[in-house]
C-alpha cells in the first residue's frame, strides 16, 4: 500500500518543475558501523533518483568508511554518490565542504549514524511546495527498538523535560508548525547560505545551534514537519555519552560567548547544579547546610525518578536506566559549560592589557 506520505507528495512531485533537486550532505567520521544502514535509508527514497545525490565528507577516517561509500556507489550505478575529503576532520568543515560542492537548490544534512524515512524527499518537496518556508524542521527519534537497553534508555531520557534543551523541539512529536530553525532545522534551501553564511568553523560542535541562531536572527523560521523523521542511533555507553555531552557544554559555552545575548538560564542551570552538588559533598560534615545544598540535585532526582517510571511501558529495563543517562548527561554538560566558561574567564585576563609601564611627568 503507498503511505500517506507518498501520496501527499505525488501532487508536488507530479509537475517537473516543482521537484527540487537535492543535496543530502554527510559529514562522517569513523561510520563504518552505521553507515551502511543510513546510506541504504537515503537510497531507498521514493524520490526520483536524477532528482538528488549523496555527498559523504569524509573527516579523515581510520576505519573502512572510505572503502564501504566507494563499494556503496559502485552498487548504486543510477545514483549520484560523491566522497568528499574534509582534512580539517570537524563537522563544520565538512558541512562548509558539502555545500560548497553540492548542486542542489536544497541542503539536506544527514549524520551518519542516522536513517531517515523512505518518504524523507518526498516530505520535503511537499512542504517546500506549500509553504514558503526556505528551512525545514524534523523529528528525532533515539528511542529504537534494535537498540541496546542504554540506547533506549537515552532516547526515552530525551523526550523528558528534563533530558533536553528546553528549547529544542527536535525530540518530541508534534503537528506540523512554524518553528524557531534553533533546535530543529536540518534541511535548508540554498538562498539560507547565501544570506546568512556559513557554518563557524571555529566551533567543535553546536556549529548548527550557532549557525541556525543566524538564521533566527535573520528574521526565517523554519516549517516543522512530523513526518520528516530522523532516526538517530545514540551513544552505546554511559562513557560514550558523557564525553559527548561534555563537548556539547563546551560548545554551548562558547555559542553564549559569541552571541551573549542568547545566553539561558537553561544552558547555565546543569553547571548550577554540578556546584550544588559540589558543595554538598564539601559541606558533609555539617549534615543541615549539606542537605540544604543538595535540595536541587535531590529535585533533579525525583525528576528523573518520575521520568523512568512513565517510561516504563516502552520496557522495564531502559526505564530503569533512564535516571543514571539523565544524570550522566545533565553533570556532563554542566561540567564541560562550567570549565569552558573558567578557560575564557582566563584567557581574557591574560590577554588583557597590563598596567601602563610610562612614567607620568610633573
Same mark, same amino acid.
Given at each position: 500500500m503507498e503511505s500517506s506520505t507518498s501520496k501527499a507528495a505525488a501532487s508536488a512531485i507530479a509537475s517537473p518543475g516543482r521537484v527540487p533537486f537535492v543535496s543530502f550532505v554527510l559529514p562522517v567520521r569513523n561510520e563504518e558501523r552505521h553507515l551502511p544502514a543510513c546510506l541504504a535509508s537515503l537510497a531507498a527514497q521514493d524520490y526520483p533518483r536524477d532528482r538528488f545525490e549523496i555527498l559523504v565528507v569524509d573527516g579523515r577516517s581510520t576505519d573502512r568508511t572510505r572503502e564501504y561509500v566507494r563499494v556503496f *556507489? *559502485?552498487?548504486n550505478p543510477g545514483l549520484e554518490v560523491r566522497l568528499l575529503d574534509n582534512p580539517a576532520q570537524g563537522v563544520a568543515p565538512g558541512r562548509n565542504a558539502g555545500i560548497r560542492a553540492a548542486r542542489g537548490e536544497v541542503i539536506a544534512f544527514v549524520e551518519g549514524h542516522a536513517e531517515v524515512d523512505p518518504g524523507f524527499l518526498s516530505e520535503v518537496a511537499e512542504c517546500l511546495a506549500k509553504t514558503p518556508a526556505v528551512c525545514l524542521g524534523r523529528y528525532v527519534e533515539q528511542c529504537l527498538p534494535e537498540g541496546t537497553v542504554f540506547q @533506549? *534508555?537515552? +532516547?526515552l531520557a530525551r523526550k523528558s523535560r528534563l533530558g533536553r534543551n528546553p528549547h529544542s523541539g527536535r525530540f518530541v512529536a508534534r503537528g506540523a508548525c512554524w518553528m524557531s530553525p534553533l533546535g530543529v532545522a536540518t534541511v535548508y534551501r540554498r538562498e539560507v547560505f547565501e544570506q546568512v553564511g556559513l557554518y563557524d568553523e571555529s566551533f567543535i560542535t553546536n556549529e548548527d545551534v550557532e549557525f541556525n541562531y543566524r538564521v533566527e536572527r535573520a528574521g526565517l523560521q523554519a516549517w516543522y514537519s512530523p513526518r520528516l523523521r530522523y532516526r538517530l542511533h545514540p551513544r552505546e555507553s554511559i562513557v560514550g555519552l558523557w564525553r559527548q555531552m561534555y563537548r556539547y557544554g563546551v560548545g554551548? !559555552? @562558547?555559542f553564549t560567548r559569541r552571541h551573549p545575548e542568547a545566553r539561558r538560564?537553561?544552558?547555565l542551570a546543569p553547571t548550577l547544579l554540578c556546584l550544588s552538588a559540589l558543595s554538598a559533598a564539601i559541606a558533609l560534615p555539617? $549534615?543541615?547546610a549539606a542537605a540544604l545544598l543538595a535540595l536541587p540535585l535531590a529535585g533533579y532526582l525525583a525528576f528523573s525518578l518520575l521520568a523512568a517510571v512513565r517510561s516504563v511501558r516502552r520496557g522495564l529495563g531502559a526505564a530503569t536506566l533512564v535516571p543514571a543517562a539523565m544524570l550522566a548527561m545533565v553533570f556532563a554538560f554542566g561540567l564541560g559549560y562550567g570549565i569552558e566558561d573558567l578557560a575564557g574567564r582566563?584567557? !581574557?585576563r591574560a590577554a588583557a $592589557? +597590563?598596567?601602563s609601564s610610562e612614567v607620568t611627568r610633573a
Open positions: *556507489a *559502485a552498487e @533506549r *534508555a537515552i +532516547g554551548k !559555552r @562558547r538560564l537553561a544552558y555539617f $549534615p543541615t582566563r584567557h !581574557r $592589557p +597590563g598596567p
